[in-house]
């Protein structure tokens, strides 16, 4: 079970701005939605041929729509006439939301912008 674990953890970035698409996908009751489609396919393609400069591209955009994103709910936030019952959930859900996504989106920017060498050391170098 750990190594299933161990295995799939590399692909929890993807895996989770997968399902963050598709629940996008699913709120705006659309069936066709051409930005959510075009946004599975660039991910499954990044799953599948694992695209250093896609995945970077992939990292970026999502960074800034979840950015874009905490900047709607703060100003949603701030026309509400009551914070109590809905602002603090829009603030909190909003927030954890919008934060994870830009923390997944963070951590596939550092894994696809790690260089490796090819070679070996060699003497002082």
Do not use: C, H
Request: hydrophobic fraction near 60%; charged fraction near 10%.
């Amino acid at each position: 079970m750990y190594l299933i674990a161990k295995s799939v953890s590399k692909w929890y970035p993807e895996l989770f701005l997968i399902v963050s698409v598709i629940i996008y996908w699913a709120l705006t009751a659309t069936l066709v939605n051409p930005v959510a489609i075009s946004l599975v396919v660039l991910l499954v393609a990044q799953l599948r041929f694992k695209s250093k400069t896609l995945g970077i591209a992939l990292s970026f955009v999502f960074m800034l729509l979840s950015f874009y994103m905490m900047l709607a709910i703060f100003s949603d936030i701030v026309n509400l006439d009551f914070f109590y019952p809905r602002g603090l959930l829009m603030l909190g859900f909003g927030t954890l939301y919008f934060g994870a996504t830009a923390y997944f989106a963070f951590i596939l920017l550092r894994k696809n912008s790690t260089t490796v060498n090819e070679r070996l050391p060699i003497g002082n170098d």
